[in-house]
């Protein structure tokens, strides 16, 4: 066991059964011309986000920690969006923004466009898995459950995008699923005004989780070595 610097304290961990759960970070969220660009929400921090997660990444895989990419994705006929009768198809953001400008239509969140993929800055190395996610949750719709207990994996650090919309709905299912969510509050970014980011921070670490930083982590990766 390895103790990780964290709030609101220190907990140990198990590295052998930890996994990076590397959410949504994609051109979508993360890039000029991306959808949420495209929609008008400020994206200039997570040039800073990706630097972040690059280094974290390399330490983690020399560590041996698992990681596992999740991505936002639609099948290009949109069968797993949900139709009217789905809150999911009133409320996501990309979905929306089709509907509402026909010369976006396929081209944001649509598996293999370019709006859908993982930033090249942090494309996914062998070994690395990619998880298609229908919905702000990675464990709705996916195998994500399955594969964490097969490789009998507890410990979940999350990084990210949006840190107030698809990383804490996956870190809170985390929480009920008995796993153990860990927020890296400096490789994760947020969409909306900033309270939305201290709530979600404030919300894992006295309520379903616990928040720690690069340094922290890269520090208990590192003690593996």
């Given at each position: 066991m390895i103790k990780l610097?964290?709030?609101?304290?220190?907990?140990?961990?198990?590295?052998?059964?930890?996994?990076?759960?590397?959410?949504?970070?994609?051109?979508a969220f993360a890039?000029?011309?991306g959808m949420l660009d495209l929609h008008g929400?400020?994206?200039?921090?997570?040039?800073?986000?990706?630097?972040?997660n690059a280094?974290?990444?390399?330490?983690?895989?020399?560590?041996?920690?698992?990681?596992?990419?999740?991505?936002?994705?639609?099948?290009?006929?949109?069968?797993?969006?949900g139709g009217p009768a789905s809150p999911n198809y009133h409320k996501e953001l990309g979905l929306k923004l089709m509907r509402e400008r026909p010369e976006l239509s396929g081209?944001?969140?649509i598996d293999g466009t370019w709006d859908?993929?993982?930033?090249?800055?942090?494309?996914?190395q062998p070994g690395d898995l990619?998880?298609?996610?229908?919905?702000?949750?990675?464990?709705?719709?996916?195998?994500?459950?399955?594969?964490?207990?097969?490789e009998d994996i507890r410990f979940l650090f999350f990084s990210g995008i949006a840190t107030n919309i698809c990383v804490e709905s996956t870190a809170r299912d985390a929480f009920f699923g008995e796993y153990w969510p860990i927020l890296i509050e400096d490789a994760i970014n947020h969409t909306g005004p900033d309270f939305c980011r201290d709530a979600t921070l404030w919300n894992c670490e006295n309520i379903f989780g616990w928040v720690s930083?690069?340094?922290?982590?890269?520090?208990?990766?590192?003690?593996?070595?």
């Open positions: 610097s964290a709030r609101p304290d220190s907990i140990p961990i198990e590295l052998s059964r930890s996994a990076m759960i590397v959410v949504d970070m994609q051109n890039k000029p011309g929400a400020d994206v200039s921090q997570a040039a800073a986000v990706i630097d972040v280094k974290l990444l390399d330490t983690a895989r020399e560590a041996q920690v698992k990681v596992i990419y999740l991505a936002m994705t639609y099948q290009p006929d949109l069968s797993d969006a081209k944001l969140l859908w993929q993982i930033v090249d800055e942090l494309k996914p990619l998880i298609r996610k229908p919905r702000y949750s990675g464990f709705v719709g996916t195998g994500l459950d399955n594969i964490l207990r097969n930083d690069t340094a922290s982590v890269t520090t208990a990766f590192n003690a593996q070595r």
